[in-house]
């Protein structure tokens, strides 16, 4: 029996994934092998000598001392793409939003009604002040093909639009879903030059921190539209709010709002909205409680943040399952306990990530526990696991 403790309210049809007869779930597990959590602060937590992973609904892991996790042999797991589709939607609204005055146009009609105006009697003539360009024909730069901008640029084709992507690390995923349609440059300038619209889908980290700044807005068509539903500081925003200013940007859609933005022309804002839709809860639920049953259960590693993908079909009587520091002699030192208990070793992949690697061998003998024991002292090694078939 697996137990696991959840540190969030996590949707039923996840929980669903980890059948009764095998796993015990709930909120007061006191040795868990696994952690369910979504926002819950971990940062200071006592991690149980249990505990072998936690899973986290939802893709950012800033609440989950990960470096700890890391020393202390627990695999964190994520689950990126989960919440795509939630936030393609809201891309896709937030360019007609960019490009029809949509949220002006509703909030002035709210307006007339509040001031008593039947507004059946000024529709007509007040709408000509909330004109906007349609999107079929235009431009569209998306930046960051991820789970997410590979999704918007194939929605974009389907709406007319010609669509240039940008990404230097294109997963070789990500280049098999996007639509033949999409024009992919390895040169990040010709999208700032010939998109109407630029869209971002890129995660926040040093080297993008800022990266629509003055000189990257210099480059863009006079009148270009900006969409970030990635994060704010993407966009510095004191270049955004100058740019809006003298009409080089015509609007800015954003699902990151501050003061400074909200006195800006032509900016709409959302607040952060991207994936709040229960269906991005339960694909975030789903996916973490599949990652962490199929860790506990297989030793698979799959979207891990502190790990590496490591997938090992069944094929010995026991599997060894070692999380180690990424040094060498390790494998050696692995197979060479084994050996002298005359276990022989079927099968056997090992990864790394950074100074982390993960090694699985399954093996034709039992591994006994005075094997594991051994397996355990061996110097940069931090968690062994014997799984039986
Ligand atoms: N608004 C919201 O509620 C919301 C929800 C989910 C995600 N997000 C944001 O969207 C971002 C993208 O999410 P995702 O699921 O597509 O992530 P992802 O990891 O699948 O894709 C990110 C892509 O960006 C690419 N990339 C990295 N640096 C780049 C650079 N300098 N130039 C161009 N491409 C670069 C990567 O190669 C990767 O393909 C997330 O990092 C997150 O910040 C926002």
Known sequence: MYHIKTLNKIAPVGLSQLPKEGYAVSDGEEHPDGILVRSADMLNYEFPESLRAIARAGAGTNNIPIDRCSEAGIVVFNTPGANANAVKELAVCALLLSARKIAAGSKWVNAQAADGVDVT????????????????????????LGAIGVQVANIATKLGMKVIGHDPFLSVHSALSLSRMVHVTADLNEVYQSADYITIHVPQNKDTKGMVNAAAIAKMKDGVRLVNMARGGLVDEGAVIDALKSGKVASYVTDFPTNALMAAPNVTALPHLGASTPESEDNCAVMAAQELRDYLEN????????????????SGAARVCVIHRNIPNLLAAITGLLGKDNVNVANLTNKSKGEYAYTIVDTDQAVTDAVADELAKVEGVLRVRVLNH
Request: charged letters at 15%; proline letters at 8%.
């Open 121 to 144: 009697t000024v529709v007509e003539k007040g709408k000509s002040q909330f004109v906007g360009p349609e999107l079929m024909g235009k431009t569209l730069g998306v930046v960051g």
């Open 299 to 314: 030793g698979n590693i799959v979207n891990s943040v502190n790990l590496p993908a490591v997938e090992l079909p069944w």
